[in-house]
């Protein structure tokens, strides 16, 4: 397992591996604080490719105003130690001056209309953060495949639609989202909650569970589907950022649930804010 720094060790490195012995180079993008969620993403990309190339990057323009940059955990030997056991090959661990060496950078990815939806609605200027820091590492690792969790749905979907529409050479693969066995989707953030703040983020998932065994039973209006799920975030003491039944491709509204449909949520248990989603049927 190697860990490298710069851009340049990176791209030489890959480049290296495709003259010999070649094969297929995945990516899988990550902040750290690597959990069994990341592990799935590596198996992902282990079973896919040649090279798996694991990214750890918290990176600051994707983080708003009073957001938890600082905070986020950074656990790195512990994380080279588990991602290298899960079977990556190379770990990318750049420091912000080596990603953007000015500071800020200046011109960014427009993540456009999809971009202002549910968590962009509350987070302005997160997607693009996102989709600059993607674009930049697809541009250095050159991976043939990259692997997103679906527990981050709207930042998958835009990550698919920035390398379709601006044709960048990379598929792009989601991984199941994974959960405890009680339900609550693994996060890093998860690290932020209390034990009685982890009782009261289950009800993100209990409230999705409980809106597809409804729609299961016929429910298709999507106030009623979200309003399962609001019912449970109040009675946890949960407040709500959004609850939002969408279209999977698009991110809009729709008139009714259908298979496919995604149901989505975001909330706040104290400061810490928790998303959670499921796709209908
Ligand atoms: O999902 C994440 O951890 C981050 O948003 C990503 C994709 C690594 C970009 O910084």
Do not use: W
């Not at 995945?26 to 990341?38: D, F, K, R």
């Not at 490719?49 to 940059?69: H, K």
């Not at 429910?219 to 003491?237: F, G, K, M, N, Q």
């Amino acid at each position: 397992v190697k860990v490298l720094a710069t851009i340049a060790e990176l791209r030489a490195h890959v480049a290296r591996f495709r003259d010999e012995p070649g094969g297929l180079v995945a990516l899988v993008p990550t902040m750290g604080a690597l959990h069994e969620g990341h592990l799935r993403l590596i198996d992902h990309a282990r079973a896919a490719a040649e090279l798996v190339v694991l990214s750890i990057f918290v990176n600051p323009l994707q983080f708003g105003p009073g957001e938890d940059l600082q905070r986020y955990p950074r656990p790195l030997d512990e994380d080279t130690r588990r991602g290298g056991a899960g079977g990556v090959d190379l770990f990318f661990l750049s420091a912000a001056p080596e990603l953007y060496p000015q500071g800020q950078p200046r011109v960014r990815i427009d993540a456009g209309p999809m971009a202002t939806v549910l968590c962009g609605a509350t987070r302005p200027g997160h997607f693009a953060g996102v989709l600059t820091v993607v674009a930049k590492l697809c541009h250095i690792a050159q991976p043939d495949l990259a692997v997103f969790g679906r527990k981050d749905y709207q930042q998958a979907i835009l990550v698919r639609r920035m390398v379709d529409d601006l044709d960048f050479p990379v598929r792009i693969d989601l991984a199941p989202t994974v959960r405890d066995p009680d339900g609550l989707a693994l996060s890093s953030r998860n690290a932020y909650l209390s034990v009685s703040e982890r009782e009261r983020a289950l009800s993100l998932s209990r409230g999705l569970t409980a809106a597809a065994g409804a729609f299961r039973s016929g429910v298709t209006d999507p106030s009623a589907l979200c309003a399962i799920v609001l019912r449970e975030l109040l009675a946890a003491r949960v407040e709500p950022d959004y609850v939002e039944l969408v279209d999977p491709d698009e991110l809009g509204p729709v008139d009714a649930a259908r298979g496919g449909t995604v149901l989505a949520v975001a909330g706040y248990v104290r400061s810490t804010r928790l998303i959670d989603n499921i796709i209908l049927g």
